[in-house]
């Protein structure tokens, strides 16, 4: 297998034969809500939601199981049937076989083209697929034959495309009664089906949706269709070989017609052309969405010249290319590439939810609260405008008892009550936001963000998921209400006190906080009552400290003397070693606050000073700190050391000497360093672990955790997992990324490139990852990447890469210049550079290493911005200037290292 050549700056690439890989898929969407996912054989499907999929739904296994495609055949005047697409028996057959033809794949930021040339029939077909940016609800696909032979050809083509037309849960939920719902109608230019009725989930209801599949042939009208799979296949064929085309005239109904009732094809018969040797010709063929049979054939026949696909085509492409502002030159130009597509990953995600692609094959939509607040981390590193807004808008989804709602709804800031009683609570939700809203205010500078007003989110579920209000009815809404009946808002710093606040409280037998439905890792989710998540209280621990740090900064700029908090909140303000210790004064301290806020608030205030809540928060920190130094740091047989992570439902440590081996997880090494829970020695200890147990690096680096061996009933899912499969010791990029973003974060940059590194190694090389470039969410046990495209990982390897690697980033709105690049990362001419957007303007921002020191051997020596020394020593370009006049719309920023 050869790997693929990127072809030019924006992650375009090109591979040959990629048929001959596996589980391949690429996602074309657009912004009205269209998802495809395409293969090298133009298999996948396409939708716009979980009940309205046009091709039908895929997991990865139909990959290579499904015979429906996006065919495209050509009926040969010999009576030969060849695909343009490559899915027929015979082709599929002579794909290991010397007469294989020749394929090449191209692609790029949502479009895909492939070329096939078959020296038989002295034939080549060029098949580009993309789905316009705008707000039309299409795919489009441009089939170019071209006569590469020596003698005229002459051919009928047919496109052929089963519709599925209705929800996913038909797959195995009455799909043949639900195909009768169908009324299939043939246009001028295609075949619509616009089902009477959808069954699915939501119940029956009269449909709303029409689809289409549509097509021109250079320019022209087809001549007929095959409204219906069953006639197309003919008895005893399939979509492989399909007995509808083997007859000498292929049976076909004129446009107007309409079949009731059955599997609809859109099968499409242009007339028959003769082209020269030398000559080509075209087809345009677009699935549609609609509310209309009419207005949809009209809106689809816009798109069916090649003309306007190949405008469309480029629009679309600089559409994209616009919306990855950030990229890199540096002495790897494969890695600059490859970012190109993690940068581009954040975007996916934000389109496609966590569900959609193949391997996505569950959720209906949506993400997370986790990975909302992920991806706003990418988002706001790349399009910083907006981001304010929907920050704010997403803080309206925490509860008075610092959870959170976990099902979000279409719009921004839309959350919804789960109906069904007491959910589960995942108990690192709480320490995400302010991550998050942390990044955004050292970007931007923007301290009043802190003081800033939302609501907060009300439903039946309390007690930190341990309880439930009785008094409330979804009638009332989702909104937190006091006694006297109006929705009670606060500011976002008492949003994310609360949240840090309850956590503190909320702990298990060792003190430290409860695991509850899980944290971070999903499937740790068997270990509700006794379980407890080291990991997190770092974290926490970490967020604590910080948001202490922060309000001295807004003392200091003069933007809060005193803070005004919600009166109830007093209690969680409680201080004392005493406290501190007794698991049971926290729980009932915890018990006493949720419960005075278990149905409304009393909407009092109280205030404190804004030096004394910072000291009371740092005193918190340091104590959940400390108790983790005392408790926690494992020493082994081997002399080895590392932080436990956790405890398990039966209360125990999980980590450490086995009888099995060796236990050690990730995640609490990444927050206790993350966190500064972990000292300097500490660190350095934890990395010779991580190297001795979890480094993999022909799985591409640090797993998640090693073998324990045993189906640990009282800690998860996870352990049911083969192991390296998953959140069960495979290298999952989030934490693998977490983990590199730490260690850069403290100092130790060989450390946490040598993570970076050989995770992307071993992605970016085809060979081994068996995927197209990017960041897949892990690498299973064979070293394939699954999960492609849609994973947390990308938000925090762009973040990484670009604020710790490239050190540039934001220090409350000034602009502050720190690499941590290693010499090998510096190009022929000594230097490195990076292409960003920051506070509104466009830098370039060029490292110059004369004498290719490694990290820790330079420091900076001078910046220079558009010509003028800024800084002499020190990276530190101040607000005030940054804001200036000196500072234009696109700015060159050199900074020479020594
Ligand atoms: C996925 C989920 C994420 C979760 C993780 C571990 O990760 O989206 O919320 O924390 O699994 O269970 P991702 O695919 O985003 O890397």
Redesign the pocket.
């Known amino acids: 297998m050869e790997q693929y050549k990127f072809i030019d700056a924006e992650g375009s690439f090109r591979i040959e034969n990629p048929e001959l890989t596996s589980y391949l898929y690429f996602p074309v969407a657009g912004e009205s809500g269209v998802m495809s996912s395409v293969t090298p054989l133009l298999g996948g499907d396409s939708k716009t939601g979980q009940n309205t999929f046009l091709l039908e739904p895929v997991s990865n296994e139909n990959l290579h199981n499904n015979k429906s495609s996006r065919n495209f055949w050509l009926k040969l005047q010999s009576g030969e049937l060849w695909s343009a697409t490559g899915v027929s028996s015979r082709q599929q057959m002579e794909k290991f076989t010397k007469a294989k033809e020749e394929t090449v794949l191209e692609a790029g930021i949502m479009w895909h083209k492939v070329k096939r040339k078959s020296s038989a029939y002295g034939l080549t077909s060029e098949v580009t697929t993309f789905v316009p940016h705008t707000e039309d609800k299409v795919e489009l696909t441009m089939i170019t034959i071209e006569n590469t032979g020596k003698n005229y050809i002459t051919a009928t083509p047919v496109a052929a495309i089963p519709i599925y037309a209705r929800s996913a849960d038909n797959i195995r939920d009455h799909r043949n009664v639900t195909s009768m719902l169908h009324r299939i109608i043939t246009a001028e230019n295609g075949v619509v089906v616009n089902p009477t009725l959808t069954f699915d989930e939501r119940g029956h209801r009269k449909n709303a949706v029409v689809y289409g599949v549509f097509g021109r042939g250079n320019g022209r009208l087809p001549i007929g269709f095959i409204p219906v799979a069953e006639d197309f296949i003919g008895e005893g064929g399939d979509f492989e070989n399909p007995g509808a085309l083997h007859g000498e005239k292929i049976d076909m109904v004129p446009a107007g017609i309409q079949v009731d009732g059955f599997e609809a094809m859109g099968g499409i018969v242009f007339e028959e052309f003769t082209i020269n040797p030398g000559e080509r010709i075209s087809y345009v063929v677009a699935l549609g969405y609609g509310e209309d049979m009419d207005v949809l054939s009209k809106a689809a026949d816009t798109y069916l010249t090649e003309e306007v696909f190949l405008k469309r085509l480029k629009e679309t492409k600089e559409y994209w290319n616009g919306k990855v502002n950030i990229s890199y030159e540096s002495g790897d130009d494969r890695f600059d590439r490859w970012m190109y597509w993690v940068n581009f990953q954040p975007i996916l995600r934000r389109i496609y939810g966590?569900s959609f692609l193949p391997h996505h094959d569950y959720g209906k939509g949506g993400r997370?609260w986790?990975?909302l607040w992920q991806d706003c981390l990418a988002l706001l590193m790349m399009n910083p405008s907006g981001v304010r807004e929907m920050l704010l808008s997403n803080f309206g989804g925490v509860r008075m008892d610092g959870t959170n709602a976990t099902i979000i709804g279409k719009e921004q800031g839309e959350f919804i009550a789960d109906r069904n009683g007491i959910a589960r609570v995942w108990m690192d939700h709480g320490m995400w936001p302010f991550m998050t809203s942390h990044l955004y205010i050292k970007q931007s500078g923007d301290l009043d963000f802190m003081l800033e007003e939302a609501g907060y989110f009300k439903d039946a579920q309390g007690f930190r998921g341990e309880g439930s209000d009785e008094n409330w009815v979804p009638e009332q809404g989702c909104i937190q209400k006091t006694a006297g009946g109006d929705a009670y808002r606060g500011t976002i710093l008492e949003h994310v006190l609360l949240q840090h606040l309850t956590a503190f409280y909320d702990v298990g037998e060792h003190n430290h906080m409860r695991l509850r439905g899980a944290d971070?890792?999903?499937?740790l989710d068997m270990a509700p009552e006794r379980g407890e998540s080291v990991a997190f209280t770092a974290a926490y621990a970490g967020n604590i400290e910080e948001i202490a740090d922060l309000l001295l900064r807004m003392k200091k700029k003069g933007k809060v003397q005193t803070v005004t908090l919600l009166k109830e909140m007093e209690l969680l303000l409680c201080e004392g070693e005493g406290l501190y210790e007794s698991i049971e004064e926290k729980k009932e301290l915890l018990k006493r606050y949720c419960n005075v806020c278990g149905h409304t608030v009393s909407g009092e205030r109280f205030e404190i000073d804004t030096e004394k809540l910072a000291e009371n928060l740092r005193k918190k920190a340091a104590w959940l700190k400390e108790h983790i130094r005392k408790t926690e740091w494992i020493k082994n047989g081997a002399g080895l050391s590392w932080y436990n992570s956790y405890y398990d439902n039966s209360g125990k440590r999980v980590e450490g000497d086995f009888e099995k081996g060796v236990r050690m997880m990730l995640t609490g090494q990444v927050f206790a360093i993350m966190s500064g829970t972990a000292q300097e020695k500490q660190v350095e200890e934890i990395v010779k672990s991580a190297d001795e147990y979890l480094y993999a690096p022909e799985v591409g680096g640090y797993r998640l955790n090693t073998n324990f061996e045993e189906i640990k009933a009282d800690m998860g899912r996870m352990f049911g997992f083969a192991y390296g499969q998953k959140?069960n010791g495979a290298v999952f990029?989030?934490m693998t990324t977490m983990y590199a973003n730490a260690l850069y974060k403290r100092g130790f940059v060989k450390d946490g490139y040598k993570v970076v590194k050989s995770l992307y190694s071993h992605a970016s090389d085809v060979t081994k990852s068996k995927i197209y470039p990017g960041i897949p969410?892990y690498i299973d046990p064979k070293g394939r990447g699954v999960?492609h495209y849609?994973?947390?990982?990308a938000s925090w390897l762009l973040m990484t890469v670009l604020t710790e690697m490239y050190g540039v980033k934001g220090e409350y709105g000034s602009l502050k210049l720190e690499p941590k690049l290693m010499a090998e990362q510096f190009d022929k001419n000594h230097e490195a550079a990076v292409h960003l957007e920051f506070a509104g303007r466009k830098l370039h921002v060029k490292y110059l290493n004369p004498l290719m020191k490694s990290y820790g051997e330079y420091e900076v020596k001078e910046v220079i911005m558009n010509g003028q020394l800024v800084a002499g020593k020190g990276a530190l370009i101040g607000k005030e200037y940054f804001v200036s006049c000196k500072v234009r719309r696109e700015n060159d920023i050199v900074v020479v290292l020594r």
């Not at 971070?520 to 499937?523: C, L, R, T």
């Open positions: 966590c997370g986790r990975d971070w890792n999903d499937a959140e990029s989030h969410e999960y849609l994973t947390g990982a």
